[in-house]
């Protein structure tokens, strides 16, 4: 039985209680390195959090994509990192996840210089979308999992902004536990994007992609891979930053890359 039918019968039958198979944790330590860094409580809680995730989303393949337990665990995962200390569902919203084979053309509108509409079609290698549908492509899914420390990772990024959008709108600002909280993270993040935009405009290279650049939204989901992949850097780099990250996702990545930013090649 596939992993989908196994964990959509033991959800249905027992949602807080089952039996994570031992094939797919040897599934998730091949083909996610940041697995085997999670401390042992984390990894049950993940466990957990995939079978709830399996559970009540839809999974198509598109352009032929076969879905097989390997890109269902994977993109479950790397979802459910996110929301590990998080108490609710993992994604309330969300509906169905779309898997490409590799990039996938897109549409875009945008009003340019001269007032008018205009649509133009670009390669994509993740959208999500405010209905509570995630678009990927499966080769990038696969390399933002293998590669633990490069800050790339289209499948963190892309359910950072369904996080983003459990408000209405993708627009940095996620849920947050308070008044006091909205009111620190938007200076916080505001300080943080203005002197980001500052070094972008003058060509400095910073630990955040140049394409957090873009807006809130992208600040925000750039931000967080760089807060579960690059997480010494940005703390370093940005400690109040970081701070903000780790009270909104209650997890503290740092912790579980210790002893592995001292080879020269991950500084
Ligand atoms: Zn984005």
Redesign the pocket.
Known sequence: MSILNTLRSEFSRQPTKHAFKQEWIHTLKNSMPLYARLPPALKETLHQKITHFVGTTSFEGRDGLELSDEIILSVSAQACLLVLNHEDAPYPDLHTVVLFPTAFSSTIEAIEDDGILHETTVQCE?E?WEDGTVLLAWDSVNGGASNLSDGENVTL??FA?QLDALDGDTDGVPILSCVDAFHTWATVLGEHCCDFLEKVMQGEVTVLDP?AA?SP??FF??ATETFFEKPHQLKAKRPSLYAELQGFYKLDPAAWFEGYIDSPENV
């Open positions: 993740g999500s990024h892309e902004h394409y873009t939204g992208e989901a750039v």
